[in-house]
């Protein structure tokens, strides 16, 4: 399971701008804003745009400064391979440290949505044993039992963090991941999908000139 909500994408201007500071062709700048307020590449820059981002990361680098900001859920076995891209992104977590026992452990506070019916059946009893952990420690703010907690709690534990990353890491977690054996991934590349200007500066053909 991975759920993404409120995801902003911003810069878009200062980046276009700035990937024509080479040459110093900003005369032949023909995006604007529209009536919402969206930055709308034009013709010129949108060609200009795509050029650069075929002719490899060195020529792309507008790109890095086209800023993403999202809150993303997911299971602690993704995290595991999320924090592989640790270039230009920050994350700030739910704390399991100092959040772990604020509320009661039910079931969908972790992925199942591909266990069998009977390892369903196994990780509801595990879910009620964490759950009388918890009560416990509530009641007795015994540490031996927070450690508890802790230690047996799966990887399919659900967190929720909110995510900055730019472009280039986003087209490079594309390219890497949308064929990736884990749901999670395809989930998220078909994210990345729906950015803005996504086929033209993210998802294209690695071999596309």
């Not at 076995?77 to 704390?95: F, L």
């Not at 900055?164 to 078909?190: G, M, P, Q, S, V």
Request: net charge neutral.
């Amino acid at each position: 399971m991975l759920r993404i909500e409120r995801s902003d994408v911003m810069n878009l201007e200062n980046a276009v701008r700035g990937a024509r500071n080479p040459l110093n062709s900003w005369h032949l700048s023909d995006s604007h804003y529209d009536e919402e307020g969206r930055y709308i590449l034009g013709e010129n820059d949108l060609r200009l745009a795509k050029k650069l981002c075929r002719a490899g990361s060195d020529h792309r680098k507008f790109i890095r400064m086209i800023f993403v900001s999202v809150d993303i859920t997911a299971p602690l076995y993704w995290w595991k391979e999320y924090d592989t891209y640790k270039v230009a992104t920050v994350a700030n977590s739910c704390s399991t440290m100092h959040k772990i026992h604020s509320k009661p452990f039910v079931l969908d506070d972790f992925s199942h949505d591909h266990m069998t019916d009977a390892s369903l059946a196994h990780f509801r009893t595990f879910i009620t044993y964490l759950e009388q952990v918890r009560l416990q420690y509530m009641e007795t703010k015994d540490k031996a039992l927070w450690y508890d907690m802790i230690q047996l709690l799966p990887s399919s534990y659900n967190q929720m963090r909110t995510c900055t990353l730019n472009y280039e890491t986003l087209t490079n977690i594309y390219h890497a991941r949308k064929d990736h054996k884990l749901d999670e991934w395809h989930t998220f590349c078909r994210w990345i999908e729906t950015l803005p200007y996504a086929g033209e500066l993210l998802t294209f053909s690695r071999d596309e000139k």
